[in-house]
């Protein structure tokens, strides 16, 4: 079952980065500056942070878990003997997965999500704050005539405008845009249930040193598309 899916993470992610950025560009006190709160200056950075650990962590996870699944040990094995000392213990390729969860610093992966609650928030509120966007931008610039990727018949890419699409077509392609709305508001939800069966499957596997089947379990709780997108060329 997947649990945790990168690409909506990474679009939540961008709508936090996005007010950040916006709210750092009021700290210069031009005259046409507005007057942010100190409150809000600080939940709306706190959101841009927690937004771009959970994202970071998760993704290095995943390539880490992608490498121990496929035996693709020896980048991190000659990194471990690197720093290796004669007191240093063997090489364990189960404390690279470890290393995200339990590396005793202020980014490793919150036990709950509750945890990153500023984030939460902003999940909540994904679809209310992308449709307010959206509404600004077109009473602003006007309808703007999107244009969308395709090919012609020999395989060339060719860029399409919205208004010259058919209309089921445009039709679907805003179903699947009120859908993702929905998706990123949710794409939180099984963060707890993901942290709490990766913690069980490396108890487990510890016990048979199964690394392999510890890292493509977790792999399994990513969505297919995750392991689609990032698997070795």
């Known amino acids: 079952m997947a649990l945790?899916?990168?690409?909506?993470?990474?679009?939540?992610?961008?709508?936090?980065?996005s007010s950040k950025q916006l709210?750092?560009?009021?700290?210069?006190?031009?005259?046409?500056?507005s007057d942010i709160?100190?409150?809000?200056f600080v939940r709306l950075y706190k959101t841009y942070k927690q937004a771009e650990n959970l994202l970071d962590k998760l993704r290095k996870l995943h390539?880490?878990?992608?490498?121990?699944?496929?035996?693709?040990?020896?980048?991190?094995?000659?990194?471990?003997?690197?720093?290796?000392d004669e007191e240093t213990p063997p090489f364990d390729?189960?404390?690279?997965?470890?290393?995200?969860?339990?590396?005793?610093?202020?980014?490793?992966?919150p036990p709950t999500i509750a945890q990153y609650k500023e984030l939460c928030m902003l999940a909540a509120n994904y679809q209310h704050i992308r449709e307010t966007h959206d509404a600004g931008f077109q009473q602003f610039f006007g309808d703007v005539d999107l244009h969308y990727q395709g090919t012609d018949q020999a395989g060339n890419?060719?860029?399409?405008?919205?208004?010259?699409?058919p209309e089921e077509v445009r039709n679907l392609i805003e179903i699947n845009r009120q859908i993702k709305l929905i998706e990123v508001g949710y794409c939180l939800d099984g963060y707890d249930t993901f942290y709490?069966?990766?913690?069980?499957?490396?108890?487990?596997?510890k016990e048979t040193n199964d690394y392999k089947g510890c890292a493509a379990y977790i792999l399994s709780l990513y969505h297919p598309v995750d392991n689609e997108a990032n698997a070795p060329s």
């Open 4 to 17: 945790i899916n990168l690409e909506l993470i990474g679009l939540l992610y961008d709508q936090a980065r």
């Open 23 to 33: 709210a750092t560009s009021q700290c210069y006190n031009w005259d046409n500056d």
């Open 37 to 40: 709160k100190p409150e809000l």
């Open 63 to 84: 390539a880490v878990c992608r490498d121990l699944a496929t035996d693709n040990l020896q980048a991190y094995y000659e990194d471990y003997e690197q720093h290796a």
């Open 93 to 109: 390729p189960f404390e690279e997965i470890i290393y995200h969860f339990f590396s005793d610093t202020i980014r490793d992966l």
């Open 157 to 165: 890419p060719v860029f399409i405008a919205q208004s010259q699409l």
């Open 196 to 205: 709490l069966r990766a913690q069980a499957a490396i108890d487990l596997s």
